[in-house]
């Protein structure tokens, strides 16, 4: 499966095909903000950027149009995210093994089967567009589950998938490709609302490389080096995944520990990332760390910045996630100027599995370039 997902599913090539459906839903973002910035109102940006970064998930996986059956899936996998993150007494107190004391039981069986209900009717769907020769995804473009479905009725594949492959698959795609990128994107814009200096000069560089009478594209991420520092610091200070647990494979000795084989090992990544012996000022935002060319050799030879893991087990949608970040932090810098209540965003960090923030990001957006008209669907 990781061959399959580095190979196929999301390389390059899968990725730029499905470029298209990332732009829509940037745009679309970006026009929600405009229309509030119109009428003044305040907007809870953290609800519009899940919704962004779900949405855009769903339909890459998925190749479904923008319609309700998103809303659907949606739902869903946010009922997902909260029965993982609920804490359930019968997993640590031995006498409640066997009992539901809060129901949480009931609640995971009732999410697996609707979920399971509309993967089947969205694979049922896919089968038989196929039969009919239809190729499904955005015109020639393949979505991820026609991808996996092609290789499942591939007789010569280098193994066999099965139907729970798939939905398994496209579970974990769902749940761990769509909050974590919007809570990063949160964490983004509260610090840059924090740090105006660092928000003027990122809006600086937009000017200087994209112009201002034109929305920031794909193709202008290389050459924008301060936004990419920002997404990095981001990510370095708040890790959507704080918590990595390894198994030992054999006996193994780890800083005064001996730990014999077979156990699992957590790391805290939140503090391999704040370690002060190798990060000046390691709990301050400052992008230009990731300037230093010091600092880029550390992050590619060793393990103090790892915000998508290392090795074999590193994630596979590092790039997609990079993707999604970049262009949608650049859009709401290059677009908005942003005014919080009481003039600084609450940094508190929430109890959750992508490290989310306490309270929601609730701002009032001033349009800094109104980039439409914006064909939307183009």
Same mark, same amino acid.
């Given at each position: 499966? #990781?061959?399959?997902?580095?190979?196929?599913? @999301?390389?390059?090539?899968?990725?730029?095909? *499905? /470029?298209?459906?990332?732009?829509?839903?940037?745009?679309? @973002?970006?026009?929600t903000l405009n229309?509030?910035?119109? +009428?003044?109102?305040?907007?809870?940006?953290?609800?519009?950027?899940?919704?962004?970064?779900?949405?855009?998930?769903?339909?890459?996986?998925?190749?479904?149009?923008?319609?309700?059956?998103?809303?659907? %899936? +949606?739902?869903?996998? #946010?009922?997902?995210?909260?029965?993982?993150?609920?804490?359930?007494?019968?997993?640590?107190?031995?006498?409640? /093994?066997?009992?539901?004391?809060?129901?949480?039981?009931?609640?995971?069986?009732?999410?697996?089967?609707?979920?399971?209900?509309?993967?089947?009717?969205?694979? =049922? +769907? #896919?089968?038989?567009?196929?039969?009919?020769? =239809?190729?499904?995804? $955005?015109?020639?473009?393949?979505? $991820?589950?026609?991808?996996?479905?092609? %290789?499942?009725?591939d007789e010569k594949?280098?193994?066999?998938?099965?139907?729970?492959?798939?939905?398994?698959?496209?579970?974990?795609?769902?749940?761990?490709?769509?909050?974590?990128?919007?809570?990063? *994107?949160?964490?983004?814009?509260?610090?840059?609302?924090?740090?105006?200096?660092?928000?003027?000069?990122?809006?600086?560089?937009?000017?200087? %490389?994209?112009?201002?009478?034109?929305?920031?594209?794909?193709?202008?991420?290389?050459?924008?080096?301060? *936004?990419?520092?920002?997404?990095?610091?981001?990510?370095?200070?708040?890790?959507?995944?704080?918590?990595?647990?390894?198994?030992?494979?054999?006996?193994?000795?780890?800083?005064?520990?001996? %730990?014999?084989?077979?156990?699992?090992?957590?790391?805290n990544m939140w503090?391999?990332?704040?370690?002060?012996?190798?990060?000046?000022?390691? @709990?301050?935002?400052?992008?230009?760390?990731?300037?230093? +060319?010091?600092?880029?050799?550390?992050?590619?030879?060793?393990?103090?910045?790892?915000?998508?893991?290392?090795?074999?087990?590193?994630?596979?949608?590092?790039?997609?996630?990079?993707?999604?970040?970049?262009?949608? @932090?650049?859009?709401?810098?290059?677009?908005?100027?942003?005014?919080?209540?009481?003039?600084?965003?609450?940094?508190?960090?929430?109890?959750?599995?992508?490290?989310?923030?306490?309270?929601?990001?609730?701002?009032?957006?001033?349009?800094?370039?109104?980039?439409?008209?914006?064909?939307?669907? =183009?």
């Amino acid at each position: 499966m #990781k061959k399959l997902c580095v190979s196929e599913l @999301l390389g390059s090539r899968t990725l730029d095909a *499905l /470029r298209p459906i990332r732009r829509q839903e940037r745009l679309r @973002l970006v026009a929600t903000l405009n229309e509030a910035a119109a +009428r003044g109102t305040i907007i809870d940006v953290s609800e519009e950027l899940h919704k962004a970064s779900n949405n855009g998930i769903i339909r890459m996986v998925t190749g479904m149009s923008d319609g309700g059956g998103v809303h659907e %899936v +949606r739902g869903l996998v #946010k009922g997902v995210a909260e029965t993982i993150g609920t804490l359930n007494l019968s997993d640590f107190v031995w006498v409640l /093994r066997g009992v539901d004391v809060r129901g949480i039981k009931r609640r995971i069986d009732e999410v697996h089967r609707r979920f399971d209900e509309v993967l089947e009717r969205i694979i =049922g +769907r #896919k089968e038989e567009e196929r039969r009919r020769g =239809g190729g499904g995804g $955005l015109g020639r473009a393949k979505d $991820l589950l026609d991808i996996l479905l092609e %290789v499942a009725e591939d007789e010569k594949a280098e193994f066999k998938l099965t139907r729970e492959n798939i939905k398994g698959f496209v579970l974990d795609i769902f749940t761990a490709g769509s909050d974590t990128t919007a809570a990063v *994107l949160e964490w983004a814009l509260s610090e840059l609302i924090n740090n105006p200096t660092i928000q003027h000069k990122a809006q600086q560089e937009l000017d200087s %490389v994209v112009g201002k009478h034109r929305l920031v594209e794909e193709s202008d991420v290389p050459n924008l080096p301060y *936004l990419q520092s920002i997404v990095k610091e981001t990510l370095r200070l708040h890790p959507p995944a704080p918590i990595s647990h390894r198994i030992a494979t054999r006996d193994v000795k780890i800083l005064d520990y001996d %730990v014999p084989a077979d156990t699992i090992v957590f790391v805290n990544m939140w503090s391999l990332h704040r370690d002060p012996d190798h990060w000046v000022n390691p @709990l301050e935002f400052r992008p230009e760390r990731f300037e230093d +060319r010091v600092a880029e050799e550390k992050q590619k030879n060793l393990l103090h910045y790892a915000p998508f893991g290392g090795g074999r087990r590193g994630c596979p949608g590092a790039s997609l996630g990079l993707d999604v970040l970049h262009m949608t @932090l650049a859009s709401l810098v290059q677009c908005f100027e942003w005014e919080v209540v009481g003039g600084r965003v609450d940094m508190e960090e929430g109890v959750g599995l992508t490290l989310p923030r306490e309270n929601p990001l609730v701002c009032l957006p001033r349009v800094r370039l109104n980039p439409f008209p914006y064909n939307i669907h =183009g």
